[in-house]
Antibody, heavy 119, light 110 residues
């Protein structure tokens, strides 16, 4: 059974950095790209970026370029999303989601991690 | 990359059919057959319902179907059931090798 288990909720102050993890099981980590998606309270889904666990190559959405870093650790089958210079607008649930290397859709999702940015 | 355009809300009675549209550009929806649709219930993670415009993953009811014409994709749900009440999002691969989501549509089953 494929499982993506994300780290717990975080509370951060404006200007801080948050790093969320997504541990996978049930499939070969390097066979899937890992994507991250943001969902602000009451708002829609927004694609943030992806990492290829095979070689660490990343692609980021223009909106988050320069503030987001997505990495993958093949020794622990865990992906990470780090967002810096946090502001109140970054308060959101963040999801990790997988996509097979040859496909163009997200078939498995983590449970989501709530990040609250507040002074 | 601008979000794909979806209606904010749609509604229908049990047993009826509804269609949700998703409009993009030739750089995303119109340029690739890589549109997917996700269902999200409150407080839950999104669930894949349709991929590659019209394909259904194993386990998804055949009441859900997808199509595309030009820059607009559509999700149709037939034989509406109470459990279909949720938010629905379309997504497309883009010419920038990125992905874009629609703004989401709230489906109400009357």
């Amino acid at each position: 059974e494929v499982q993506l288990v994300q780290s717990g909720a975080e509370v951060k102050k404006p200007g801080a950095t948050v790093k969320i993890s997504c541990k996978v099981s049930g499939y070969t980590f390097t066979d899937y790209y890992m994507h991250w998606v943001q969902q602000a309270p009451g708002k829609g889904l927004e694609w943030m970026g992806l990492v290829d666990p095979e070689d660490g190559e990343t692609i980021y959405a223009e909106k988050f370029q320069g503030r987001v870093t997505i990495t993958a650790d093949t020794s622990t089958d865990t992906a990470y999303m780090e967002l810096s210079s946090l502001r109140s607008e970054d308060t959101a649930v963040y999801y990790c989601a997988t996509r097979k290397v040859v496909d163009y859709y997200f078939d498995y999702w983590g449970q989501g991690t709530l990040v609250t940015v507040s002074s | 990359q601008s979000a794909l355009t979806q209606p904010a809300s749609v509604s229908g009675s049990p047993g009826q059919s509804i269609t949700i549209s998703c409009t993009g550009t030739s750089s995303d929806v119109g340029g690739y057959n890589y549109v997917s649709w996700y269902q999200q219930h409150p407080g839950k993670a999104p669930k894949l319902m349709i991929y590659d415009v019209s394909k259904r993953p194993s386990g998804v009811s055949n009441r859900f179907s997808g199509s595309k014409s030009g820059n607009t994709a559509s999700l149709t749900i037939s034989g509406l059931q109470a459990e279909d009440e949720a938010d629905y999002y379309c997504s497309s691969y883009t010419s920038s090798s990125t992905w874009v989501f629609g703004g989401g549509t709230k489906l109400t089953v009357l």
